[in-house]
């Protein structure tokens, strides 16, 4: 099984991005699937999470401007995400758990908010 994350860049303050992250190989009944991001000299923290029926959270610092969803049909994830700012500046990791429990993590995509 494998996480293919897409859609970091470069973007100025302000702009938009929008990431997804697909699953492939056999996996089965994917419960949460989420966001999560690191900045240099951080520990990695949850960005936004979304369930297979919908239930959505997010970190305080995202939610207004990120916006979590999922194609169930297609194990993916996508992160909308706007108003950025230069904070908002890491590498983005996405996740899958299955109802069992078993974790998937992506191999991180770089974003970066800079004028």
């Known amino acids: 099984v494998q996480l293919q994350a897409f859609g970091g860049g470069l973007v100025q303050p302000g702009g938009s991005l929008r990431l997804s992250c697909a699953a492939s190989g056999s996996i089965y009944s994917i419960n949460v699937m989420g966001w999560y991001r690191q900045a240099p000299g951080k520990q990695r923290e949850l960005v936004a999470v979304?369930?297979?029926?919908?239930?959505?959270n997010y970190a305080a610092s995202v939610r207004g401007r990120f916006t979590i969803s999922r194609d169930n049909a297609k194990n993916t994830v996508y992160l909308q995400m706007d108003s950025l700012k230069p904070e908002d500046t890491a590498v983005y990791y996405c996740?899958?758990?299955?109802?069992?429990?078993?974790?998937?993590w992506g191999q991180g995509t770089q974003v970066t908010v800079s004028s």
């Open positions: 996740k899958q758990v299955t109802y069992g429990g078993t974790a998937y």
């Open positions: 979304v369930t297979r029926g919908g239930s959505t």
